[in-house]
């Protein structure tokens, strides 16, 4: 084991990668998150401040054969007790493969993740040999389409001294700058503060009143979408209209989880947007979190800037 601290960063720090750049990803099918904040590490479920990364170990590992690639990934305490993997694809999101990492012994929470690169370059914005996430095995041992489980930006990253980060770089996804791709063999160091959801604790219920905008159409229907495991970004709970506050009682899920709002269970029939004030312009919110309160109250409301996509004036 060695000590090497080289830089760290956070969603609320900057954009400014300890990896080379970010760029614009290819097509793939995954989840429309969003950053939140990162975890505390006694309890993964609960927000609080990223890690001190003067007090990381990181762990020697091998070199990898030519053709292939290695992450080195710490998670935090509480959230390996399913293990970690890699999602993704060498060969243009053909298939998405998942690769299960193997505990490094001697190095608690740390995983070693071994991905065999594709022959040629992946197609699109950049030219890598292998692009994907770092995600929590859930229950079952399969991570779903739309990498419920995946790392989120609340986390810091940095690379130890026999890590080679000009073979490795973070591009944006979905507001997210967490996916990982490959450009050559070598070695990537990851230190991860927070995952989307986090199999290993229990869920809480929740209930949510929210003041929302009068509806664009009165056929409309919102509801939640989200990284809970009633939806998993796939599907949608229906928000019920009681007095002038829309309300969804027992929906189960932990305080990493995220959830937006939108109409008739479609990003394409609209979701509430905010209205900035020094632009004139509104624009989506980014993915609420669940948080502590079981109770989730928000006056998303005409009075406050609020109003649905379709009839923003956009």
Do not use: H
Request: aromatic share 10%.
């Amino acid at each position: 084991m060695k000590k090497f601290a080289w830089a760290f960063m956070t969603a609320f720090v900057s954009l400014a990668m300890v990896f080379t750049s970010c760029a614009k990803p290819g097509d793939e099918p995954s989840d429309p998150s969003k950053p939140d904040q990162p975890v505390n590490p006694e309890d993964p479920s609960k927000p609080d401040q990223p890690a001190d990364p003067e007090e990381i170990e990181f762990p020697e590992v091998s070199a990898p054969e030519e053709g292939f690639a290695k992450i080195v990934v710490k998670v935090p305490a509480g959230t390996d007790c399913n293990g970690v993997a890699f999602k993704g694809t060498n060969d243009g999101w053909a298939t998405q493969p998942q690769t299960d990492g193997e505990a490094i012994e001697g190095a608690e929470g740390w995983y070693e993740i071994e991905l065999e690169l594709g022959g040629e370059m992946l197609a699109g914005d950049l030219a890598t040999y292998y692009q994907g996430k770092v995600c929590l095995i859930p229950e079952g041992g399969e991570i779903d389409g739309s990498y419920t489980t995946q790392w989120s930006e609340g986390y810091f990253e940095i690379n130890a001294d026999n890590g080679q980060p000009d073979m490795f770089t973070l591009i944006e996804d979905y507001g997210k700058i967490n996916k990982l791709a490959v450009l050559g063999s070598g070695i990537c160091y990851i230190v991860i503060d927070r995952f989307d959801a986090n199999p290993c604790v229990a869920n809480d219920t929740y209930s949510f009143s929210l003041a929302l905008p009068a509806l664009c159409d009165e056929a409309d229907q919102p509801s939640l979408i989200g990284s809970f495991p009633a939806s998993n970004w796939g599907g949608d709970v229906d928000l019920e209209l009681v007095g002038d506050r829309w309300i969804a009682e027992d929906v189960e899920g932990q305080a990493a989880n995220e959830f937006k709002v939108r109409l008739n269970a479609s990003w394409d029939a609209g979701q509430v947007q905010k209205l900035n004030e020094e632009t004139g312009e509104y624009a989506d919110l980014g993915n609420e979190p669940f948080g502590e309160d079981l109770e989730i109250v928000k006056e998303w409301n005409e009075a406050n800037g609020y109003a649905w996509s379709p009839c923003a004036g956009l």
